[in-house]
């Protein structure tokens, strides 16, 4: 693993950043902030840091990207997490999305099905002191066993809303995804009414790589 330094010229890089992110139209201060807090150039495996700091999503192995940080800020916001909440997150990646919620408080559960991924960002994200719980695992089933979640986050495009994510909400929860099995989804937030009823809410249109379901090596 490469040496992790944040120099100045990183901070100033993601000031920029933050500045683009800003004035795309988000205006929720505290994701802003927790953009600003996070070294995005310590999720890329490139030498060139410029690249880390651009508003554009980029490859990070087992066809799996690292996710534009206005797409990151935009579900974030949709999300709206509190301190102290727990929130479910499907597909690690890179783990940076993971960061952003827990420099907002959160109490991060992340899943990933690929395991070299899912290996590489568990020693990153150790590494770097976060105390996001990493699992290996099929998304699309979530983790049972840590539900009742106050939010879920899916960063993969889902055909149709699992049902066992929506299951494992706690009433009056939320959660956001990108939804259509097409080239591009459309943001959904759903709010868990009850255990019986949810009402939906429609966003902008986006592209994400797929969800895929099963444990893949």
């Given at each position: 693993m490469?040496?992790?330094?944040?120099?100045?010229?990183?901070?100033?890089?993601?000031?920029?950043?933050?500045?683009?992110?800003?004035?795309?139209?988000?205006?929720?201060?505290?994701?802003?902030?927790?953009?600003?807090?996070?070294?995005?150039?310590?999720?890329?495996?490139?030498?060139?840091?410029?690249?880390?700091?651009?508003?554009?999503?980029?490859?990070?192995?087992?066809?799996?990207?690292?996710?534009?940080?206005?797409?990151?800020a935009y579900q974030t916001s949709l999300l709206q997490v509190e301190k102290g909440m727990k929130v479910l997150e499907i597909g690690t990646g890179s783990g940076y999305q993971a960061c952003i919620?827990?420099?907002?408080?959160?109490?991060?559960?992340?899943?990933?099905?690929?395991?070299?991924?899912?290996?590489?960002?568990?020693?990153?994200?150790?590494?770097?002191?976060?105390?996001?719980?990493?699992?290996?695992?099929?998304?699309?089933k979530g983790l049972p066993a840590f539900a009742p979640f106050d939010r879920v986050l899916v960063t993969a495009a889902a055909p149709y809303v699992p049902p066992a994510l929506l299951e494992q909400l706690k009433p009056g929860g939320k959660m956001v995804l990108p939804v259509g099995a097409g080239d591009t989804q459309v943001m959904k937030r759903i709010t868990k009414l009850d255990e019986q009823n949810s009402s939906e809410e429609r966003f902008g249109y986006f592209r994400f790589v797929p969800m895929l379901g099963n444990k893949a090596r």
């Open positions: 490469a040496e992790m330094k944040d120099t100045y010229r990183h901070k100033g890089l993601r000031k920029k950043l933050v500045d683009e992110v800003r004035a795309k139209g988000i205006h929720d201060e505290e994701v802003l902030l927790a953009l600003d807090s996070v070294p995005r150039h310590f999720f890329l495996d490139s030498s060139f840091v410029e690249i880390a700091y651009q508003d554009k999503p980029f490859p990070i192995g087992s066809g799996q990207t690292i996710s534009q940080p206005y797409t990151v919620l827990e420099k907002l408080g959160a109490r991060v559960f992340s899943i990933e099905r690929h395991h070299s991924l899912y290996l590489k960002t568990k020693e990153l994200l150790k590494a770097m002191g976060y105390r996001v719980r990493l699992f290996y695992g099929d998304g699309y």
